[in-house]
């Protein structure tokens, strides 16, 4: 007699998109997960007749993918939802510093990025970049939810903080971070005109000794190039480049307003791109070239940014959001595939990230990051094409269930590791302060 094979949660049933380099669709297909890891993945052909789960969820009319990747955000920016509005880049960014710099502290960071992880968990979120003030607080936190974050120290002369400070809580932070299990460490930098050739090149050198994964925004509007340009003769992109900053290990923000040598230079250093949208046409910064981008062979991601500037953290938004610009800026309805879309929520920020071996698809091996959809819904059928339904139809509200790292954190609707109501009373008395 053969022993019946046992694992800690089996998801059953489901037609998976794997987002795998062939991208396989499995219907009816099962997802065997032991620990943090996906242990199997069966086809209905090859399910085992003996088979055992402390946890068994039955996925029939839903769709299982990996977890969505947000890979640009200010996430405690939760806190200044609908704050700031009708404002360019500048007259904006000037507001909300003022509120952030004299209103914000450890314990109103903790509470807006509960309030973003609770956001993100039900809308299909597993993994997220910060680039945010007292960044430690919300590493610590992600750390205690079991959240997947991307963040790390980050340079600018924003509040005119003490450089020597900097540099030494720098170097602490990083050494503590490497060893914690839900945060990837990263160095980032807010931005060319927000810092100076010392930061940037202390930057580098951080980026170097630690081996970590380099971020900031870059070319967001036409004003931020004109500013740089006027200080530096040098575009943002150019100036980047003269820090030997560009390369395969760097991610640059929005990327709006880029010129076609500059689009070159980024495709040849390999460096990464994430693509904003709905914050760019928010804050009429224009619309970023990413189907040029893409035919150059430059990998683009998606973020949300921040809630202030969005105002919310939907991926799903972002996504839709992305294909239909590039289509309608191109005037070519085969810019930016369905499948390329979703590429950018999942593989494409897995790998600007490092971290292809382990997120990003569902493959047996890797991190058990996923999200079941119920497409047993009335805009969700009949599915013809499971890619043009996640790109075009799906919404946050069809997330039924999202587990990372083997852990169940949305049961069927519910939220199984953040008490909301709790969240959301506390983010209220905070968001009575901002006046």
């Given at each position: ?11 059953t049933g489901g037609k998976i998109a794997t987002m795998d380099d062939q991208h396989r669709i499995i219907d009816g297909g099962s997802i065997a997960i032991s620990g943090n ?399």
């Open positions: 007699m053969h022993e019946s094979q046992s694992y800690d949660l089996l998801i890891t996906i242990q199997k993945i069966y086809a209905p052909a090859n399910f085992p007749k003996e088979i055992k789960a402390s946890r068994v969820i039955n996925a029939n009319n839903k769709v299982i993918i990996p977890g969505l990747i947000n890979a640009h955000s200010h996430i405690a920016m939760t806190l200044f939802r609908g704050f700031v509005e009708d404002l360019a880049l500048h007259k904006w960014l000037e507001k909300v510093w003022k509120y952030e710099l004299s209103a914000l502290d450890e314990n109103s960071i903790r509470v807006g990025s509960k309030l973003a992880f609770a956001e993100m968990i039900r809308s299909g979120v597993t993994c997220v970049h910060d680039m945010y003030w007292h960044y430690m607080a919300t590493i610590d936190l992600a750390e205690e939810v079991g959240f997947r974050l991307l963040s790390g120290p980050s340079f600018t002369s924003i509040g005119n903080p003490d450089f020597d400070e900097t540099i030494s809580n720098t170097r602490k932070a990083l050494d503590q971070i490497m060893g914690y299990r839900f945060v990837e460490p990263i160095i980032q930098a807010h931005s060319t005109y927000t810092t100076n050739p010392e930061m940037m090149h202390k930057v580098r050198e951080f980026k170097q000794a630690y081996g970590v994964t380099f971020t900031t925004h870059a070319s967001e509007n036409q004003a931020e190039v004109n500013d740089v340009r006027k200080q530096y003769g040098k575009t943002p992109i150019e100036l980047l480049q003269s820090y030997d900053l560009l390369d395969d290990r760097t991610i640059l923000a929005h990327c709006v307003k880029v010129q076609d040598h500059e689009i070159a230079m980024l495709s040849k250093s390999k460096t990464n791109v994430v693509h904003c949208p709905e914050c760019n046409l928010k804050l009429g910064s224009g619309i970023a070239p990413i189907a040029s981008m893409m035919e150059a062979g430059i990998n683009v991601c998606i973020g949300t940014d921040g809630a202030a500037s969005n105002n919310d953290l939907d991926l799903w938004g972002e996504v839709r959001t992305a294909a239909l610009l590039q289509k309608g800026i191109t005037e070519n309805p085969e810019a930016l595939t369905t499948r390329q879309a979703m590429e950018m929520a999942t593989t494409n920020g897995a790998k600007a990230y490092g971290l292809d071996q382990k997120l990003g698809s569902l493959e047996e091996g890797k991190r058990a990051d996923l999200v079941i959809i119920d497409f047993d819904k009335s805009h969700l059928t009949p599915c013809h094409d499971v890619y043009a339904h996640l790109v075009y139809s799906v919404n946050k509200a069809d997330v039924d269930s999202v587990v990372i790292d083997g852990v169940i954190h949305l049961d069927g609707g519910e939220l199984t590791t953040l008490d909301e109501d709790a969240i959301k009373a506390e983010a209220r008395q905070i968001g009575e302060k901002f006046v």
